[in-house]
């Protein structure tokens, strides 16, 4: 048997995400909306049973959000929004109105995909409805499938919940038990027999003592619902050992295992065969787009040694993490595309692991899909597109000084106030300015074709232009060029590396209707040629003062990609690191006195288990070290993180050993300082003084207030004054009175310092 956790929903065109924003804006009806909806689904179903998907989902679709369809499920929408109801209710929760906030949101564990967060209260009541469930399975029907039906679990869907008043949300489980039973109950007449998914990934987190305990709860009670109702359990991203020892004693179908993610989960194999219940082997990965060797996954079944009938092959989790497919890569290198399998791709391969398993013939498409993998993994050992020799000595050779600076940060810091000669709070900013129309329409422009090259970096370099006349009239200390020529911060660098390409409709859903391309590092990583010199130096002859680099650095580069799999994680980083080296030893070289390597997604590269964390930590570490490796004593370091978790990685940022660093402070309630005022931080740090979501300027005196709350953490010496992120998002006519505001509250506070 084949299994599928789950079926990305936002079209191979993007047609739900386009349908969304057309309905939204009031340019169709719901009717039409509905339309696309129905049409996705029925297709998305039909491509599995094409496939010979033996289980395939409903209720994987969602409008914006899977936790957003679980509340309304459940009749556990915040009071706030049941002044409305229906799809205005639905998209209220998940986008917001002139008149309700939208839910938060945050990130489907450690993939890119956000969900919303339920928020319950103490006593919280639950009122089941199914409509949407009942609607999607008799689609289904009509297409002659039995569907399973995906419902997020009780456990997962209260442990990623919010309590409205302090409380734990978990403290519910009965009364959310109840509702999943009244639920089963109108599942279990929706035919003789029916199979029912529930989704349990918050058990692969560390799960606390009062979460096992919900869970036994939980599916004891499920369990024994209704005869007729097969009920499945899928964990994925890390290994659920914990779960399993109580699962196997509930009266459940099978559970779901990832393989990739979970290596550890071979360790419950033969409890599950023992309690005679099915596992779901998660041997394709759901979440990176790499072709299976497909040879290599059916010895590894074959080695679980138990019985076959009781094994069903599956994606290691939901395919919603990868794209579509690759029928559209028109214009992707040819070997490339052999290494890789989207979505629909990973059907096919699915299949044909499962026949081989079991030892059952394949037709003639099948066998032309085993020999393909057969060649392709053959091909992608040996590649010279994948492999360079020049790379991989360079990394195998690493000498120490390419390692890490070899000065401390103390002496480092003395020796930079003595050459950079900035007064006490300097200003600065985090580098992107206003992102304005016409930016985008020249960088667009220029990729079509329809300027030249020349036009191209003459526009921006006007942009540069006006960047730094702005910056130089508000008076900040740390001048930026502004990122007119970056469209994104992965993507910019991505695409001048050697070792890592772009599909062309490579979307996933990020949230709602917001989808991301990530780039595909595929082969050794290597830096050609210099990726930001011309534009920094074009700055700095531009201005006095003194002009900050800006870099991705090279944890965040890997963290919003996807990264091959045929090289332990560790090099690829390191050679990312090494690319980045080159461009810091470049600036440096062309008179650039301080560079920012920004590290935006650190934090959330952060691995599920706590086990497996100081791993990712040296990793992360050594990494950014090398990036920065090549900056002698007097060219400052600058990192950026924009999050405010750093309670639990102070070590860790110390390690980094970065000059300065700057992170988001105001959008918070500033609990971040708490972290730094504890560990007695001694390199200087830019706690973000205004938040830039909004587009509200900030006043001198809220400033002021924000600058004197820092100091009350930081030496006046080692605070630098910055906003909380990039200014990309804003408009200039909010950028440039807020940042003058910031000017002159840091002037006022360094005027009552010096009084002192
Ligand atoms: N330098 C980047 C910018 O200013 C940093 C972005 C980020 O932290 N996400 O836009
Ligand atoms: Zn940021």
């Not at 969304?20 to 049973?49: F, M, P, T």
């Not at 730094?468 to 970056?486: A, N, S, W």
Request: proline share 4%.
């Amino acid at each position: 048997m084949t299994y599928i956790h789950g079926f990305p929903r936002i079209g191979e065109k993007r047609e739900l995400k386009f349908a969304l924003e057309k309905y939204w804006s009031g340019q169709i009806e719901i009717d039409e909306l509905q339309k696309v909806a129905k049409e996705l689904r029925n297709r998305h179903l039909k491509y599995q049973k094409e496939a010979g998907v033996d289980f395939i989902s409903v209720n994987d679709f969602s409008f914006y959000d899977n936790m957003i369809d679980t509340i309304v499920m459940l009749g556990c929408e915040p009071k706030e929004y049941l002044d409305l109801s229906g799809i205005d209710r639905y998209f209220a929760m998940a986008r917001g109105d002139k008149d309700h906030k939208a839910l938060p949101m945050t990130k489907w564990l450690n993939t890119n995909y956000h969900y919303f967060v339920p928020q319950i209260e103490p006593k919280q009541e639950f009122k089941p409805n199914l409509d949407k469930i009942i609607a999607e399975y008799s689609e289904a029907k009509e297409l002659k499938i039995k569907p399973k039906i995906n419902i997020i679990g009780p456990v997962t869907f209260l442990s990623f919940s919010r309590g409205t008043k302090g409380n734990d949300p978990l403290d519910e489980i009965k009364s959310a038990v109840d509702a999943y039973m009244d639920i089963l109950k109108i599942i279990s007449k929706l035919d003789d027999k029916v199979t029912v998914q529930f989704d349990e990934p918050a058990l692969v987190k560390d799960p606390t003592k009062k979460m096992l305990d919900a869970l036994k709860f939980a599916y004891e009670k499920l369990g024994n619902v209704a005869e007729n109702v097969d009920i499945f359990i899928s964990t994925y991203f890390e290994h659920a050992l914990e779960a399993v020892d109580i699962l196997t004693e509930c009266n459940i179908k099978g559970i779901g295992l990832d393989f990739i993610h979970g290596p550890k989960n071979i360790n419950a194999v033969k409890k599950i065969a023992k309690s005679g219940k099915i596992l779901v082997a998660g041997v394709v990965d759901g979440r990176n787009i790499w072709i299976s060797d497909i040879d290599e996954k059916v010895k590894f079944l074959n080695s679980l040694n138990i019985d076959k009938d009781r094994v069903y092959v599956a994606s290691s989790c939901s395919l919603l993490h990868v794209p579509y497919t690759l029928k559209y890569e028109e214009k992707m290198d040819k070997n490339i595309k052999s290494w890789l399998a989207f979505a629909l791709e990973k059907l096919d391969e699915i299949k044909v692991i499962d026949k081989l398993y079991k030892n059952e013939p394949l037709n003639e498409e099948e066998k032309k899909i085993y020999e393909a993998n057969k060649k392709a993994n053959t091909t992608r050992k040996t590649s010279t597109q994948i492999h360079s020799v020049d790379v991989q000595n360079r990394l195998k050779n690493l000498k120490d000084s390419e390692k890490q600076r070899d000065t401390n940060a103390e002496d480092r810091l003395k020796i930079q106030h003595e050459v950079l000669k900035y007064p006490i709070l300097p200003t600065t900013t985090i580098g992107s300015f206003p992102q304005t129309v016409e930016v985008r329409k020249v960088r667009r422009d220029f990729k079509q074709g329809l300027i030249s090259e020349n036009e191209y970096k003459s526009k921006i370099k006007e942009f540069i232009d006006y960047c730094i006349k702005v910056q130089e009239d508000v008076g900040l200390d740390v001048l930026v060029h502004g990122e007119f020529e970056r469209n994104d911060m992965v993507e910019y660098f991505g695409e001048m590396l050697e070792g890592v390409t772009f599909s062309q409709n490579g979307w996933v859903q990020s949230y709602g209707s917001r989808c991301v391309k990530p780039p595909i590092i595929f082969g050794d990583v290597s830096r050609p040629e210099p990726m930001t010199l011309e534009w920094i130096t074009y700055a700095q002859s531009k201005t006095k003062k003194i002009m900050k680099g800006m870099l991705t650095g090279p944890v965040t580069m890997l963290n919003w990609s996807f990264v091959r799999d045929d090289l332990p994680r560790e090099n690829v980083y390191k050679q990312m690191a090494l690319a980045i080296a080159d461009e810091v030893r470049d600036l440096q070289e062309a008179g650039i006195k301080i560079i920012q390597v920004d590290e935006a997604a650190f934090k959330e590269g952060y691995p599920l288990r706590n086990e497996n964390r100081s791993e990712y930590e040296r990793v992360a570490v050594e990494s950014f070290k090398i990036s920065t490796a090549p900056a002698r004593a007097e060219t400052q370091i600058h990192t950026h993180m924009c999050y405010s978790d750093f309670n639990d990685i102070m070590d860790t940022i110390d390690a980094m050993d970065a000059d300065v660093i700057s992170i988001e402070t105001a959008r918070n309630g500033n609990r971040i300082l708490e972290a730094f005022k504890n560990y007695n931080y001694q390199k200087e740090v830019g706690a973000g003084v205004y938040d830039i979501h909004s587009p509200r300027v900030p006043s001198v005196e809220e400033i002021e207030k924000e600058i004197a709350d820092r100091l009350s953490v930081f030496p006046a010496g080692k605070l630098w004054i910055n906003p909380d992120c990039g200014l990309k998002t804003r408009k200039w006519e909010e950028v440039i009175p807020a940042l003058t505001n910031m000017v002159t509250a840091t002037k006022s506070v360094r005027k009552k310092i010096v009084k002192l």
